[in-house]
């Protein structure tokens, strides 16, 4: 018995508002329930799993409406593959990066890899953001689009100044639910365990023809680059339709469903616009609450996917995540190493606006009952 019932007429139809993984939406179990028997457990190098790879590159295609040259690759492992996969073959000397959160921090790390020379990272405290700034000698410039952690999102816009600098873009929590431009970046690269609604342990990324050039003339050079970690062969393979090593049919299934729900509601700017309107409930009753305020300080700055919700001393943050999720409304609590007084909230592609309003409706009901 919850230590606070909330009445169940409050109740979101979907309680799940976890930053990843994600609500899954029961129209892709069917599609997995539906599709799966037929694929998993069969070859991914024969035809009907490759068929599968390619509509999903050709799903993702249509959704960025990628233009002429740039490809969809993918490889096995999630992002914290591919930040280990871009320090091999993708930065050629020293890049530049945002590090405002956990994971533009994370990629910070492997970019200060031995063969290169040391990062320019520009810092910025959690719950705001630094800026790209063009360096000489610098040939990749690098930052989240919206940072998982603390619900900060950043312009896409390309890095101009170094000719033949790239800019590449970790868009993990953003890909799908964002609106973005890819005439501004080099590398678009996410795990689709957020608005795709799918699971992890795969990397997608949309490459401009001057990614994959620099990929290949890093791949022919001398530098020592294992297997596993060669864009090069990620590239080659999804030309394939495959992957280097075997991939969770089930994920890809998921994700297709996915797109397919997306590309048919009205692709990326209509999923821009349901994420919009979720994150803006959540902005607005932080802003009519007087025991609430949205973290990041900066409104241009706060996050449309991944909202974050500080609390004053009187009210224990924590006791209202406990409350929510005894009551079925779950994954509420802040990033761990925040460490803050905070509920974090995904306001992703798949989560109902309508879920987000009875969520608040929830949250003054447990407030008024805190005292």
Known sequence: MPSLVIPSDLLPADGRFGCGPSKVRAEQLAHLAAEGPELIGTSHRQAPVKNLVGRVRSGLADLFALPAGYEVVLGNGGSTAFWDAAASGLIERRAQLCSFGEFGQKFAIEAGAPWLEAPDVRRAAPGSRSA??????????????????????????????????????????????????PTQFDVYYFAPQKNFASDGGIWFALFSPAAIERVERIAAGDRYIPEFL??????????????????????????????EWMNESGGLTWADARTRESSSVLYDWAARTEVAMPFVAEPADRSQVVVTIDFDESTDAARISSILRENGVVDTEPYRKLGRNQLRIATFTAIDPDDVRALTACLDHVLERMG
């Not at 063009?134 to 690098?142: F, H, K, L, N, S």
């Not at 062969?233 to 797109?259: F, K, W």
């Open 230 to 259: 060669s864009l090069k062969n990620a590239i080659d393979n999804s030309r394939l339709n495959q992957t280097l090593n075997t991939p969770a049919i089930g994920t890809l299934l998921l994700l297709e469903s996915q797109l």
């Open 132 to 181: 790209p700034e063009p360096v000489e000698g610098v040939d990749v410039y690098a930052w989240p689009h919206n940072e998982t952690s603390t619900g900060v999102m950043a312009p896409v816009t390309r890095v101009t100044g170094d000719d033949g600098a790239l800019t590449v873009i970790d868009a993990t929590s953003a890909a799908g639910g964002v609106e973005v431009d």
